[in-house]
């Protein structure tokens, strides 16, 4: 009876073993350092409130909410690691280059209207990335973040505003699917970035306005684990 029990224990350490070298194999794929870039779109809406013409004496100024979008180029890199045999814990740093100079701004002031430009530039984010391995070669991963983004605008004269690094947050969803080869993978990914309220002057006829906007965009691409 002693040799059957232990010959059943030493089965079953050796069926845990191999499980736990199988799992850690699976999630192996998603761990390490990665590099990935992605196409995709942006779809942005941008607002202006608190507006008011700094003259003498001072105006109400009014202007409404801008749509908008652009497309978008991602690129970036990462680190992962597992911390059980079907979660991993990551985290991303992300530069995403667009230039929509398309959105078009008219501010109100009585009857007069004034025209500027708005557009942002780089957007940084700085991530942390929980997955989850839903199948032996697909992680499905969410992200929660900061971001710093440049909005540039010019004014209706055609004069520069001045430049500004506006904070926010990033929240975003996506799957990782490994690719021939196992270091390779394909992602698709949706992420909704949430500007922090910031208070601006433009220079040329110079109006005072807290700024606000989010964005919610779409990118598809490929990565690599030097794992």
């Known amino acids: 009876m002693f040799t059957r029990s232990s010959t059943f224990l030493s089965l079953f350490l050796c069926l845990a073993t191999l499980m736990g070298q199988v799992a850690s194999a699976q999630t192996s794929k998603f761990e390490g350092f990665n590099l990935h870039t992605g196409l995709g779109g942006i779809s942005q809406t941008t607002f202006k409130s608190d507006m008011v013409l700094l003259s003498n004496p ?8 801008i ?10 890199a990462g680190y992962s690691k597992a911390v059980s045999d079907q979660f991993t814990l990551g985290l991303e740093f992300n530069l995403s280059a667009r230039d929509s100079k398309h959105i078009h701004s008219v501010n109100y002031v009585g009857p007069y ?32 973040g900061a971001l710093k ?16 690094h506006l904070s926010g947050q990033n929240l975003g969803l996506g799957v990782k699917q490994v690719l021939a080869g196992g270091r390779n993978y394909f992602y698709i990914e949706g992420n909704k970035n949430q500007l922090s309220t910031a208070r601006l002057t433009t220079v040329n006829t110079p109006v005072t306005y807290s700024l606000n906007g989010s964005t919610l965009n779409l990118i598809l691409g490929f990565g690599h684990h030097f794992n």
């Open 113 to 144: 209207a004034l025209s500027s430009m708005l557009w942002n530039t780089n957007q940084y984010t700085l991530s942390l990335s929980p997955g989850y391995l839903l199948a032996p070669e697909t992680l499905i991963y969410a992200k929660f």
């Open 149 to 164: 983004v440049t909005t540039m605008c010019t004014n209706d004269n055609g004069q520069p505003c001045t430049s500004n």
């Open 58 to 65: 001072q105006m109400p100024v009014s202007s409404p909410d």
């Open 67 to 76: 749509l908008s979008s652009a497309p978008i180029l991602n690129v970036g």
